[in-house]
């Protein structure tokens, strides 16, 4: 760039402010308040607050036994066509510290259209109607075709327990998103993976009410892995719980909405002995591995 006189430059300037300056220039606009037009006034908190929020919520929970509408879609829910299925019963059973089982119902004769179990790393499927039974690791590709195949007790698991960070290995960064449409405070987990960090979870707390609206799980490479909705917080002895949960697979392909219709946290009735899934007899077993 070549040198500008300061003569040119001054006359610059002037012209430049005289611009600015002048009334019949300048377009006034009217900006909205920050957030949805609620007519509430915006809650603050910093990240020590919606970190102890989130163990409020997580840390009285040891098992539950729940009774679910699940409504199943799959296709391309980034953009594209998506297919809604019948929404059937099911029951899902959890445990601490990773036992999870989802048994679903067929909407019509209502028996068994699946029972899934998932402990540790690894999960159990049958299929009562194809005398089908699944063995295999949490982490296999799900490249099934059909994409209600794709099902993981592991993607109940992420989406229906909102777990605090785990601890130093976990980093949280805390943002805030608010403009004149939303109004939400971000926590970002981030986690060490060798020598890098990556971003794992995000959890956004709605900044009228400091609810927790969303959260979004990332695989290694930062893809979205599973963006799940709550809504309808409902006290279920003495906790709080979403009766209301939107999960979404993107790179699975598929969504799952659960309309809760009945949860009993912390009932005896939830022991050792309902996480056991014996393969049926003469079942074809399917074996799917990392």
């Given at each position: 760039m070549g040198f500008i006189p300061a003569t040119r430059l001054c006359t610059f300037v002037v012209l430049f402010c005289s611009l600015f300056s002048s009334a019949c220039l300048v377009r006034r606009r009217v900006v909205a308040p920050p957030g949805?037009?609620?007519?509430?006034?915006?809650?603050?908190?910093?990240?020590?607050?919606?970190?102890?929020?989130?163990?409020?919520?997580?840390?009285p929970i040891q098992s539950f036994s729940m009774k679910v509408d699940m409504s199943p879609s799959v296709g391309s829910l980034r953009g594209g066509t998506v297919s809604d299925y019948p929404t059937i019963g099911a029951y899902i059973l959890f445990r601490q510290p990773d036992e999870i089982r989802v048994i679903g119902l067929d909407p019509v004769i209502h028996a068994t259209a699946f029972d899934m179990l998932s402990s540790g790393n690894n999960f159990k499927v049958s299929i009562p109607s194809r005398n089908e039974f699944i063995d295999g690791a949490n982490d296999a590709p799900a490249n099934s075709q059909n994409k209600l195949e794709n099902l993981r007790p592991e993607a109940f698991f992420g989406a229906l327990m909102i777990k605090p960070p785990a601890g130093p290995?976990?980093?949280?960064?805390?943002?805030e998103d608010t403009d004149e449409t939303r109004a939400n405070y971000i926590l970002l987990m981030l986690k060490r993976d060798g020598g890098e960090l990556r971003l794992e979870r995000t959890v956004y707390f709605d900044r009228y009410s400091l609810q927790i609206t969303r959260q979004i799980t990332f695989d290694a490479k930062g893809n979205i892995k599973g963006d799940t909705r709550y809504s309808h917080w409902q006290t279920y002895g003495g906790v709080l719980f979403p009766s209301m949960i939107d999960m979404q697979?993107?790179?699975?392909?598929?969504?799952?909405?659960?309309?809760?219709?009945?949860?009993?946290?912390?009932?005896?009735?939830?022991?050792?002995e309902k996480f056991v899934l014996a393969q049926p007899p003469n079942a074809k077993v399917r074996v799917l591995k990392e």
């Amino acid at each position: 760039m070549g040198f500008i006189p300061a003569t040119r430059l001054c006359t610059f300037v002037v012209l430049f402010c005289s611009l600015f300056s002048s009334a019949c220039l300048v377009r006034r606009r009217v900006v909205a308040p920050p957030g949805k037009p609620e007519h509430k006034p915006l809650l603050t908190a910093d990240k020590a607050e919606l970190i102890r929020r989130i163990h409020a919520i997580s840390d009285p929970i040891q098992s539950f036994s729940m009774k679910v509408d699940m409504s199943p879609s799959v296709g391309s829910l980034r953009g594209g066509t998506v297919s809604d299925y019948p929404t059937i019963g099911a029951y899902i059973l959890f445990r601490q510290p990773d036992e999870i089982r989802v048994i679903g119902l067929d909407p019509v004769i209502h028996a068994t259209a699946f029972d899934m179990l998932s402990s540790g790393n690894n999960f159990k499927v049958s299929i009562p109607s194809r005398n089908e039974f699944i063995d295999g690791a949490n982490d296999a590709p799900a490249n099934s075709q059909n994409k209600l195949e794709n099902l993981r007790p592991e993607a109940f698991f992420g989406a229906l327990m909102i777990k605090p960070p785990a601890g130093p290995e976990d980093l949280t960064v805390l943002e805030e998103d608010t403009d004149e449409t939303r109004a939400n405070y971000i926590l970002l987990m981030l986690k060490r993976d060798g020598g890098e960090l990556r971003l794992e979870r995000t959890v956004y707390f709605d900044r009228y009410s400091l609810q927790i609206t969303r959260q979004i799980t990332f695989d290694a490479k930062g893809n979205i892995k599973g963006d799940t909705r709550y809504s309808h917080w409902q006290t279920y002895g003495g906790v709080l719980f979403p009766s209301m949960i939107d999960m979404q697979r993107p790179i699975d392909g598929y969504e799952l909405v659960l309309t809760v219709t009945d949860l009993k946290i912390n009932t005896p009735e939830v022991t050792a002995e309902k996480f056991v899934l014996a393969q049926p007899p003469n079942a074809k077993v399917r074996v799917l591995k990392e």
